[in-house]
């Protein structure tokens, strides 16, 4: 589908969602239902991500699972939005391996342009339109700004539009965004991705490590990885229960702006 305001083909991205991970910081909320099944009024935070995928043109997504699969399978039969494809792709490691492994598990859709998306990221469609529109690059990260980081943030540092580092433990005046956990890759940037994960699980400390952590090894080898600001764009990572009842007010305004009974909506949904 060409979106003629992007000038982009979205149909050509497929979407990798990562949502294998259980969410152990929202217990009990998490005690048998997945992170990305928790309901934001009245829809599950991964109905969200594909409802704004879907929104932004793109047709194909592939969600990685691991914890609570069985149920993350059921809500893709029954909330896949019209003319999106959507399956399924069992990680077996989630419970011993960080996200990379959740990638690895993927590569082989890694066979063009691609994004991938956290599982716990909730977002706007506008984010997903300006991420499409980005000028082209092999890789390109979306950040946000503010005035300053804790030490959850995925901070980085970019000269520019050039990414030159990213991770959890930067410092100092340097850092000037965070990751919101979602990143467009063009065909070569797919490739080297690929090929960068690959290395990184053949060492025993590859099952602990962060997908971006492969980023961050591609810039400091030299790949051209971009930055993408959304600053003034509505999203939220679900981490913990203060994520989750700002997620839930933001898809309260989401609802309240749709076109066909908004109100009605809003006044049905679950609290």
Not at 30 to 46: A, I, N, Q, V
Not at 62 to 69: A, N
Request: glycine residues 10%; hydrophobic residues 45%; proline residues 4%.
């Amino acid at each position: 589908m060409l979106d003629r305001n992007l000038n982009i083909d979205a149909n050509s991205y497929r979407a990798i969602i990562l949502s294998a991970g259980r969410g152990g910081r929202l217990l009990p909320l998490t005690e048998r239902l997945p992170k990305c099944l928790l309901d934001l009024r009245g829809r599950s935070l991964l109905a969200w991500q594909l409802r704004a995928l879907a929104e932004a043109g793109v047709r194909e997504a592939v969600v990685v699972t691991g914890y609570g699969s069985e149920l993350v399978d059921v809500e893709i039969k029954r909330h896949s939005p019209p003319g999106m494809q959507v399956r399924a792709l069992y990680n077996p490691f989630f419970q011993v391996a960080d996200n990379l492994a959740s990638c690895w598990i993927a590569r082989a859709e890694m066979s063009g342009p691609c994004l991938i998306l956290n599982g716990d990221t909730l977002f706007e469609p506008e984010v997903a339109r300006r991420l499409l529109a980005a000028s082209p690059a092999p890789i390109t990260v979306t950040i946000d700004r503010k005035a300053a980081y804790d030490e959850d943030d995925m901070k980085v540092v970019a000269a520019g539009d050039r990414l030159t580092a990213i991770g959890k433990k930067l410092t100092g005046g340097d850092v000037n965004g965070e990751s919101i956990g979602f990143l467009r890759f063009d065909a070569a940037g797919s490739k080297q991705f690929v090929a960068e994960i690959e290395c990184s699980m053949r060492v025993p400390a590859g099952l602990r490590r962060w997908y971006l952590s492969a980023i961050n090894d591609l810039a400091g080898a030299g790949v051209d990885v971009r930055v993408l600001s959304i600053e003034g764009l509505q999203w939220g990572e679900i981490d913990y229960p203060a994520d989750l009842a700002r997620g839930r007010a933001m898809a309260c305004g989401w609802i309240a702006k749709e076109p066909v009974d908004g109100a009605q909506s809003v006044a049905n949904a679950v609290v």
